[in-house]
């Protein structure tokens, strides 16, 4: 079972669940529940977790589930270059992302220049942008360390 949940919180995932046109069930709130305590962890990551209440709970319903979250605006899917898509509870901002390329770590980024879209392209080519997506790339502390004492 995931820890560090109380009332308050069931209260508020299962409204928001409510709020999106979807039905509450237990895996849904396992999946958020473990994507809160472990933001951009990929679908096998949410799979071990949720299958920690649910042994039964096969990779296929963990793969409905968070498309489910994402389409109706509870999770925000990110997809970093040469890795799997990962999902995170944090939603409504305009933040970025920044990732390890030693060993794929994921951190936020919050935007300096606040509202989205934060970049403005040479041309358009006749969209409507909404949001502009950035990710950065380098080595997390744990890495840098680790190369130090190489």
Known sequence: MITGYGRFMTIELNARLRDAGLRVTGQRLAALRALDEHPHSDTDEVHRRVREEFPGFSLQATYAVLNALT????????????????????????????????????????????????????????????????????????????????
Not at 85 to 105: K, L, P, Q
Not at 114 to 130: D, H, K, Q, R, Y
């Open 71 to 150: 389409d109706a605006g509870i999770l925000r899917r990110i997809e970093p270059a040469g890795s799997p898509a990962r999902y995170e509870r944090r939603i409504g901002d305009n933040h970025h992302h920044v990732v390890c390329t030693r060993c794929g770590a994921v951190a936020d980024v919050d935007c300096v220049h606040g509202e989205a879209p934060c970049l403005a392209p040479s041309s358009t080519g006749g969209f409507e942008i909404s949001t502009a997506e950035v990710t950065f790339w380098g080595l997390c502390p744990e890495c840098q360390t680790a190369r130090s004492s190489a």
